[in-house]
């Protein structure tokens, strides 16, 4: 596809992604003051503990996981050693129409009479249609059976928040002189699926996007007027981590495995990106980017800053013997619900990288 073309289809896919994004808001809003009233109507009633049952509620258990409108609390009743109710825990911030689905899917029922250990360990699949909404919900209840099998709230809680943020190394910096690493930069589409050390993954998001002059607050990449506007998230098989530059960290976003939402997806197994330890998704936060005049300038600007970004990130695998691809394909709507993106945000690109294949 020739450039000219490939930028209209892009900033005519960002731009509908954008409209789409502003359109839900719209009507979660809309329907945002009866969203309680209506859950209620929509999931089974939280019934008061019969006799010697306990209810654990995994309220602030974990405070990271949303569904599709937000947090999932939900109780878990458990008697004699038995699962005897799952519900959500009402009121719930969760969108009104999910829950439906997740109720007519059956998903309260999945614990049923288990024993609370079996339970805590047993495979329950997500709903189709109400994805995250599912996962979320899920993991709540996983929460409160790790719970009522003994662990206590304020440990399960402090393993949550660990699992939360990772606290990466000081990075350290490439020794390969500039005209090496230039002469060496290509795109490279074979990995091995071995994972990055946490000093190879801040070493690369330095090199990426980091704060190379304190003083000023400005990094290796530059952004146009200095707006500093895209987000680098690093998708990995075990989940999603919106990288904190300023604390050099990684703050879990998604317990799902979104690779695969980037990279070859029309030959499945084939896909790349999902041998490959990292997908890094580039969003554009329009808040912050606050370009006046044409759309079509916001995404012109904020495709260049991530050029940049890109560009530092080919050098940086370059000079380190790590293979790299950027990606214009990748599904920006699914990954701006599964990283719960506020409306403003949409991701643009993707880059794929990690170990040369063996
Ligand atoms: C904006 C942009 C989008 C790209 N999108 C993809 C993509 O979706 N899939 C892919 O395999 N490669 C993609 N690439 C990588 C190019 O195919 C690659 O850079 C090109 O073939 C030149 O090869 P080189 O990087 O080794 O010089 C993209 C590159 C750029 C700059």
């Given amino acids: ?81 038995h699962v005897v109710r799952v519900a959500p825990k009402l ?53 409160a059976l790790a ?14 928040a660990a699992r939360a943020r990772i606290a990466l190394p000081p ?30 993954l801040s070493d690369l998001l330095w090199a990426a996007n980091g704060i190379n002059r304190p003083d000023l607050g400005k990094r290796t990449a530059p952004t146009a007027m200095n707006r500093q506007e895209i987000d680098i998230y690093v998708c990995r098989a075990d989940g999603a981590y919106l990288w904190d530059s300023e604390a050099n960290a990684l703050v879990r976003v998604s ?3 979104l690779r695969g939402l980037t990279g070859r997806m029309n030959d499945g197994d084939a896909n790349f990106a999902l041998v490959a330890p990292i997908a890094i998704v580039f969003v554009i936060d329009f808040e912050r980017q606050k370009m006046q005049g044409r759309p079509q300038d916001a995404f012109k600007y904020a495709s260049v800053d991530c050029g940049f970004i890109g560009q530092n990130i080919y050098l940086h695998c370059a000079a380190t013997g790590l293979h790299t691809v950027f990606l214009g394909s990748l599904k920006p709507e699914q990954i701006a619900r599964a990283l719960s993106l506020p409306p403003a945000s949409v991701p643009l690109f993707a880059q794929t990288v990690g170990k040369p294949a063996k």
């Avoid at 309260?108 to 997500?126: F, H, K």
């Avoid at 290509?186 to 071995?194: C, G, K, V």
């Fill in 91 to 143: 009121p719930n911030e969760e969108t009104p129409g999910f829950f439906q689905r997740l109720a007519d899917a059956g998903l309260w029922r999945a614990w049923d009479g288990l024993p609370v250990e079996v339970a805590a360990t047993s495979r329950v699949d997500a709903v189709t249609g109400a994805t995250y909404s599912s996962e979320a919900a899920i993991a709540n209840v996983r929460a």
């Fill in 255 to 257: 317990d799902a495995d």
């Fill in 1 to 81: 596809m020739k450039t000219s073309n490939f930028l209209n289809v892009l900033m005519a896919a960002a731009l509908v992604v954008l409209a789409a994004k502003l359109h839900f808001v719209g009507i979660c809003c809309g329907a945002g003051a009866n969203d309680s009233a209506a859950a209620s109507a929509a999931t089974p009633a939280a019934a008061p503990a019969g006799a010697g049952a306990t209810v654990i509620d995994s309220t602030g258990l974990l405070p990271g996981v949303k569904g599709f409108g937000g947090p999932v609390p939900v109780e878990v009743e458990v008697k004699d050693g």
């Fill in 171 to 200: 990075p350290s910096r490439s020794a390969m002189p500039l005209g090496e690493a230039l002469a060496k930069r290509a795109t490279y589409r074979d990995f091995s699926p071995e994972p990055l050390t946490d000093q190879e």
């Fill in 147 to 160: 719970v009522a099998a003994g662990k206590s709230r304020e440990d399960f809680a402090a393993e949550a």
